[in-house]
């Protein structure tokens, strides 16, 4: 096989792996939403610069920009991170990278089948959902560090190249030139520092000097970009708009930096710090280069979040999945404290209620759009009723009386509920999937059937939001009669249903799948006048 076309093909085959890293890490994460990573990412988002460190101090561990860029790309995917939130950690990643010879030697390399063994292990040996979504999280990662490294190793044979050399030096000379070189080395190599450890192994040879070097090194950080450029293919467009944060942050600063030095002269004030080293200059001037583009473009990051949002505009499916009205400071006041909580619970079921209609949608459907979107608002009801529960134990260490407590432990009926009403509309998605793959089809009783049962849940979906919304708890107690009227149209389906399988109308397969929706239809409605009853139980203890 010719070497170009080898190459070629490693290239192709590092970036399927490389994005399907990404997919699995960010499906995980939906998942997930780890309590640690949603306290990191609250610290984070009170203060740019809290953004920036953690940036600064990922990448310095790791030595990739690119990886710390994709970790955030990953993170804005599953509706972790906000842009603005994303964007100060790039900001911080490209300085993390500029730190001492002794943390670059700490490659990702060096952990990627660490990472892939230990995620195997995680996801065979663990029983439950959590441990097991953990293991496809790791190997997430470590597939997605594999496609990086066999990109990069693609094209290992560059940096022995006379004819690679002999073109840095050629196009170092012209500044615009050299920026080019600089960007498209590292494009394809996939690291800056691999493009900026060349320049100094030059210059220790005293093939290149700092003049030549400098638009190169600039045209790195432009080049690096380009990774998690290709990690936002196919992700949400806040994701696409952070990866191209990124890029406009680098071209931002390549302005800045060439105005300093061919109008300023800066490289004088570099060369007088570092000496006659000509690779200490280098590493000086990249680092300098990073941390002027951050001190300059920290305080316009409103800035190029609308920007960049006007540039991709449109609305993305994610959902927030941190809670909005738990305030910490509340906690020492419970009944100001769970106030907060039912308004979590009245956004939560809306969630929850959208995510029916989208999977009731997917039996008639083949968009596999619509996975998505219920699966990310899966991930949001999880995420956010986990944060409830977690204020409410809070909440319930606080001395109070007989009445609090109890109207406490309605508060934790009313969360668990709500986790698992999410959890059958996820069911009545994958029912959908199975129906779709299994070519099957319900006759238009069945049809209408199934319609008049989710118009029924959808009445008792409304009535409950409607009755938290305006605190009418007379309108929470219809919720009993709406219910008792489902429970009245499941008997007739089903009795319908065994008729239409005894003459025949009703292939038997797919009947189970039509048995198995109206199931959760019914199973939502007992949930919704649960969480019904526990909130009327908690006013008429007031």
């Given amino acids: 096989m010719p070497e170009y076309l080898k190459t070629a093909l490693q290239v192709l085959?590092?970036?399927?792996?490389?994005?399907?890293?990404?997919?699995?890490?960010?499906?995980?994460?939906?998942?997930?939403?780890?309590?640690?990573?949603?306290?990191?990412?609250?610290i984070i988002s009170k203060n740019p610069w809290a953004g920036v460190l953690a940036g600064v101090g990922i990448t310095a561990i790791i030595q990739s920009s690119s990886a710390t860029s994709v970790m955030s790309v990953g993170f804005v995917n599953a509706g972790l991170m906000t842009l603005r939130q994303a964007i100060g950690i790039i900001m911080g990643a490209?300085?993390?990278?500029?730190?001492?010879?002794?943390?670059?030697?700490?490659?990702?390399?060096?952990?990627?089948?660490?990472?892939?063994?230990?995620?195997?292990?995680?996801?065979?040996?663990?029983?439950?959902?959590?441990?097991?979504?953990?293991?496809?999280?790791?190997?997430?990662?470590?597939?997605?560090?594999?496609?990086?490294?066999?990109?990069t190793d693609a094209f290992v044979p560059l940096k022995d190249s006379d004819t690679f050399k002999?073109?840095?030096?050629?196009?170092?000379?012209?500044?615009?030139?050299?920026?080019?070189?600089?960007?498209?080395?590292?494009?394809?190599?996939?690291?800056?520092?691999?493009?900026?450890?060349?320049?100094?192994?030059?210059?220790?040879?005293?093939?290149?000097?700092?003049?030549?070097?400098?638009?190169?090194?600039?045209?790195?950080?432009?080049?690096?970009?380009?990774?998690?450029?290709?990690?936002?293919?196919?992700?949400?467009?806040?994701?696409?708009?952070?990866?191209?944060?990124?890029?406009?942050?680098?071209?931002?600063?390549?302005?800045?930096?060439?105005?300093?030095?061919?109008?300023?002269?800066?490289?004088?004030?570099?060369?007088?710090?570092?000496g006659d080293s000509v690779p200490r200059q280098i590493a000086n001037m990249h680092t300098m280069f990073n941390f002027?583009?951050?001190?300059?473009?920290?305080?316009?990051?409103?800035?190029?979040?609308?920007?960049?949002?006007?540039?991709?505009?449109?609305?993305?499916?994610?959902?927030?999945?941190?809670?909005?009205y738990l305030e910490k400071r509340l906690i020492s006041t419970p009944t100001i404290a769970m106030d907060q909580a039912k308004k979590e619970f009245i956004r939560v079921i809306g969630i929850a209620h959208y995510m029916l209609n989208l999977s009731m949608q997917r039996l008639e459907s083949k968009d596999a759009e619509l996975d998505r979107k219920v699966l990310d608002r899966e991930a949001a009801v999880d995420s956010i009723t986990e944060d409830i529960v977690r204020y409410l134990t809070k909440v319930s260490q606080n001395a109070m009386g007989f009445r609090l407590s109890n109207a406490l432990t309605n508060l934790f009926h009313i969360a668990y509920d709500i986790e698992r009403t999410g959890d059958h509309a996820e069911s009545i998605l994958y029912l959908g999937k199975i129906?779709?793959?299994?070519?099957?089809?319900?006759?238009?009783?069945?049809?209408?059937?199934l319609a008049e049962a989710c118009l029924k849940t959808n009445e008792i979906f409304d009535t409950l939001i409607s009755g938290m919304t305006e605190n009418n708890i007379n309108k929470?107690?219809?919720?009993?009669?709406?219910?008792?009227?489902?429970?009245?149209?499941?008997?007739?389906?089903?009795?319908?249903?065994?008729?239409?399988?005894?003459?025949?109308?009703?292939?038997?397969?797919?009947?189970?799948?039509?048995?198995?929706?109206?199931?959760?239809?019914?199973?939502?409605?007992?949930?919704?006048?649960?969480?019904?009853?526990?909130?009327?139980?908690?006013?008429?203890?007031?």
């Fill in 435 to 449: 129906k779709e793959e299994s070519r099957m089809r319900f006759s238009k009783a069945a049809s209408d059937e």
């Fill in 13 to 42: 085959g590092g970036l399927a792996l490389f994005i399907f890293g990404l997919e699995r890490l960010s499906s995980s994460l939906q998942k997930l939403a780890s309590n640690k990573l949603k306290a990191v990412i609250n």
């Fill in 94 to 151: 490209n300085l993390g990278t500029t730190v001492t010879a002794q943390i670059i030697s700490l490659k990702v390399s060096m952990i990627t089948f660490p990472l892939i063994i230990a995620g195997f292990l995680t996801f065979f040996i663990g029983k439950r959902r959590v441990i097991k979504n953990t293991g496809i999280a790791i190997i997430g990662i470590g597939i997605l560090f594999l496609g990086m490294n066999i990109m």
């Fill in 166 to 274: 002999n073109l840095l030096l050629t196009f170092g000379k012209n500044p615009f030139l050299g920026l080019l070189i600089g960007v498209v080395t590292t494009s394809i190599v996939q690291s800056s520092s691999a493009t900026i450890g060349l320049l100094i192994a030059m210059a220790s040879q005293g093939l290149i000097g700092i003049e030549a070097a400098i638009p190169i090194l600039i045209g790195d950080n432009i080049g690096t970009c380009v990774t998690a450029m290709f990690a936002s293919i196919g992700t949400t467009i806040t994701a696409k708009r952070a990866a191209f944060s990124h890029l406009m942050f680098n071209i931002f600063g390549t302005i800045i930096f060439f105005i300093l030095i061919y109008v300023f002269r800066l490289q004088n004030l570099i060369i007088s710090i570092s």
């Fill in 476 to 542: 929470i107690a219809l919720i009993e009669k709406l219910e008792a009227e489902l429970d009245l149209i499941v008997k007739k389906i089903r009795s319908n249903h065994l008729q239409r399988l005894q003459k025949g109308q009703c292939m038997p397969l797919s009947g189970v799948v039509f048995s198995d929706v109206i199931m959760h239809l019914e199973r939502i409605g007992d949930l919704l006048f649960g969480i019904s009853r526990n909130l009327i139980n908690i006013e008429q203890k007031n």
């Fill in 292 to 324: 002027i583009t951050l001190i300059i473009l920290l305080p316009m990051i409103g800035f190029f979040e609308k920007v960049i949002t006007k540039i991709f505009p449109g609305k993305d499916v994610v959902v927030n999945k941190n809670a909005l």
